[in-house]
T-cell receptor
Framework: QKEVEQDPGPLSVPEGAIVSLNCTYS??????FMWYRQYSRKGPELLMYTYSSGNKEDGRFTAQVDKSSKYISLFIRDSQPSDSATYLCAMRRMELGSNYQLIWGAGTKLIIKP | EAGVTQSPTHLIKTRGQQATLRCSPISGHTSVYWYQQALGLGLQFLLWYDEGEERNRGNFPPRFSGRQFPNYSSELNVNALELEDSALYLC????????????FGPGTRLTVL
């Protein structure tokens, strides 16, 4: 079983819809959660960053963490065609040091139809 | 500010050959990370270099190796190439050791025939 599960999609929605992207994980030690966005032929870029449980909002984007269910979500309001990309979740344990590494989901391909 | 650059963009090799991939981090960044992105598998952590030292490596065989130079640029070497090594290899850099905000390059697409 993978440590982080993410539906690869594609997820196709009409412009203006609310999008929900999700990841589940198995390691309860994960404390830091990130969402990266990757456009075609580009490297990923950090979109949202959260620590432990709760919600974080940034413009049209909301990141939500439910540690009791080992489930994280990214919501996109008023979706635009420019949001079409692959969205990857990433997470890690608390400690830094030599064991530091991010564990990544497979990425969900999102298509926003005009 | 120039971003992370990687070369070459594409690389075609045959099974058993060696591949060398290069990465230049953002100016001032000391940490470099290498990832393999195979179709449907997401990013798999390969190697992390900081201040010229290998700090951590992922679950890959020893034929995946690399180094970081005094100017913080980095090189990834893959020996004895296998068909399943075909993937996009991404390099990222960060300001601090083990930072979660990583800045990625566009990647090198390696095809093994």
């Amino acid at each position: 079983q993978k440590e982080v599960e993410q539906d690869p999609g594609p997820l196709s929605v009409p412009e203006g819809a609310i999008v929900s992207l999700n990841c589940t994980y198995s390691n309860s030690a994960f404390q830091y959660f990130m969402w990266y966005r990757q456009y075609s032929r580009k490297g990923p870029e950090l979109l949202m960053y959260t620590y432990s449980s709760g919600n974080k909002e940034d413009g049209r984007f909301t990141a939500q963490v439910d540690k009791s269910s080992k489930y994280i979500s990214l919501f996109i309001r008023d979706s635009q065609p420019s949001d079409s990309a692959t969205y990857l979740c990433a997470m890690r344990r608390m400690e830094l040091g030599s064991n530091y590494q991010l564990i990544w989901g497979a990425g969900t391909k999102l298509i926003i139809k005009p | 500010e120039a971003g992370v650059t990687q070369s070459p963009t594409h690389l075609i090799k045959t099974r058993g050959q060696q591949a060398t991939l290069r990465c230049s981090p953002i100016s001032g960044h000391t940490s470099v990370y290498w990832y393999q992105q195979a179709l449907g598998l997401g990013l798999q952590f390969l190697l992390w270099y900081d201040e010229g030292e290998e700090r951590n490596r992922g679950n890959f065989p020893p034929r995946f190796s690399g180094r970081q130079f005094p100017n913080y640029s980095s090189e990834l070497n893959v020996n004895a190439l296998e068909l399943e090594d075909s993937a996009l290899y991404l390099c990222a850099s960060s300001w601090d050791r083990g930072a979660d905000t990583q800045y990625f390059g566009p990647g090198t697409r390696l095809t093994v025939l």
